[in-house]
């Protein structure tokens, strides 16, 4: 990460997912459906679980506040800063940890207000060209991170 091509710093806004959203009333339905299949809990129960499954239903999809994390600008070094839903801004370090794939990007994250944070960023969510970016960022990061162990 040390090259001058990543001295510039990238900037993650994104926005609405529709694959997430999909994927999460795709597991919400089966999680429904799930209930009518012969079990030997009690309808009382079934009942009890049912509404909890609405309720997170409502909350995923509706509220879609899967993460407190609204942008993010990636510094240097896995250095980020990030910007919460609640317009608080904070610095954070990227954990080694972090998933990337091709459709789906976890980032790991330990802030400075000592907690840590995951954000999850889906591939439609980002702009084509900052989401390659951040991939290669990441994979590069990674490799780093795993050859400064060595």
């Given at each position: 990460?040390?090259?001058?091509?990543?001295?510039?710093?990238?900037v993650?806004?994104?926005?609405?997912?529709?694959?997430?959203?999909?994927?999460?009333?795709?597991?919400?339905?089966?999680?429904?459906?799930?209930?009518?299949?012969?079990?030997?809990?009690h309808?009382?129960?079934?009942?009890?679980?049912?509404?909890?499954?609405?309720?997170?239903?409502?909350?995923?999809?509706?509220?879609?506040?899967?993460?407190?994390?609204?942008?993010?600008?990636?510094?240097?070094?896995?250095?980020?800063?990030?910007?919460?839903?609640?317009?608080?801004?904070i610095?954070a370090?990227?954990?080694?940890?972090?998933?990337?794939?091709?459709?789906?990007?976890?980032l790991?994250?330990?802030c400075?207000?000592?907690?840590?944070?995951?954000?999850?960023l889906?591939?439609?969510a980002?702009?084509?060209?900052i989401?390659?970016?951040?991939?290669?960022?990441?994979?590069?990061?990674?490799?780093?991170?795993?050859?400064?162990?060595?």
């Open positions: 990460m040390s090259l001058n091509r990543y001295a510039k710093p990238l993650l806004d994104p926005v609405f997912s529709r694959i997430l959203s999909f994927v999460l009333l795709v597991i919400h339905f089966l999680s429904i459906a799930a209930l009518f299949f012969p079990m030997h809990l309808i009382a129960i079934r009942v009890v679980i049912f509404i909890i499954i609405c309720i997170s239903a409502w909350k995923f999809l509706y509220q879609y506040k899967i993460t407190d994390i609204k942008t993010g600008w990636w510094k240097s070094h896995g250095e980020f800063e990030i910007e919460l839903i609640s317009g608080s801004k610095n370090k990227l954990l080694p940890g972090s998933i990337v794939t091709e459709w789906l990007v976890i790991h994250f330990n400075n207000d000592n907690k840590k944070r995951y954000w999850l889906m591939n439609d980002l702009d084509v060209d989401y390659r970016r951040l991939c290669v960022r990441l994979r590069q990061f990674s490799f780093d991170a795993e050859t400064a162990l060595f």
